[in-house]
């Protein structure tokens, strides 16, 4: 199984252009969740799903948007980007009967 | 509320062992974390502790829990240069399965 799979790798952004990145996971987890991990910072949640068909808001949530259709998919939007969304932003997923959280690879984002 | 606090940085020489420490305010996480970040990827779960323990052993890695201080530690015996990478610890809150991380241990390991 590949796990979590994100698109781009990574990307340069115009400000004020709008942008979705990609997440995928093949493990058929309940919860999915989008990370922004900054120097210093940590990771800090910016959205979460804990089922198909409902999200929340996580620490950082503004100037993001999320979708669930389906298990298997969570994209992240940027509906116009800042500088201060220059960022490397990890996937991750979990089961529900199982507390450890599964990270994809990243996609470091520039805004310029 | 809910904070995590580590140190930034941690050297040791290959051989000694390393000990990175992480506080916590939230008394009710039922479930504390350490995950590592290897250069350019994503972070792997190296082990957990319950909270109703005090001490979990997993070959070369010792967790130790202090739930009157909030502390918790890893303790990695015989550092390799291999374990050099960012060191998370997280919390789960009581509510939910979201991760609470603090801002990452960078661990160097010197031959």
């Known amino acids: 199984t590949a796990g979590i799979t994100q698109a781009p790798t990574s990307q340069i952004l115009a400000a004020g252009r709008s942008m979705t990145l990609r997440c995928t996971q093949d493990m058929r987890h309940n919860a999915m969740y989008w990370y922004r991990q900054d120097l210093g910072l940590g990771l800090r949640l910016i959205h979460y799903?804990?089922?198909?068909?409902?999200?929340g808001k996580g620490e950082v949530p503004d100037g993001y948007s999320v979708s669930r259709a389906n298990t298997d998919d969570f994209p992240l939007t940027l509906a116009s980007a800042v500088p201060s969304q220059t960022s490397v932003y990890f996937c991750?997923?979990?089961?529900?009967?199982?507390?450890?959280?599964?990270f994809g690879p990243g996609t470091r984002l520039t805004v310029t | 509320g809910e904070d995590v606090e580590q140190s930034l940085f941690l050297s040791v020489r290959e051989g000694d062992s390393s000990v990175i420490n992480c506080t916590y305010t939230?008394?009710?996480?039922?479930?504390l974390y350490w995950y590592k970040q290897e250069p350019g990827a994503g972070l792997q779960l190296l082990t957990y502790i319950f909270s109703n323990m005090d001490m979990k052993q997993d070959q070369r890695l010792t967790v130790l829990l202090n739930k009157k201080d909030k502390h918790l530690s890893l303790r990695i015996a015989d550092t390799q240069t291999g374990d050099s990478a960012i060191y998370f610890c997280?919390?789960?809150?009581?509510?939910?399965?979201?991760?609470?991380f603090g801002s990452g241990t960078r661990l160097l390991v010197r031959p």
């Open positions: 939230d008394s009710s996480s039922t479930y």
């Open positions: 997280a919390e789960t809150p009581p509510t939910g399965y979201k991760l609470i």
């Open positions: 991750a997923s979990s089961d529900g009967g199982d507390h450890e959280q599964y």
């Open positions: 799903s804990n089922t198909a068909g409902t999200t």
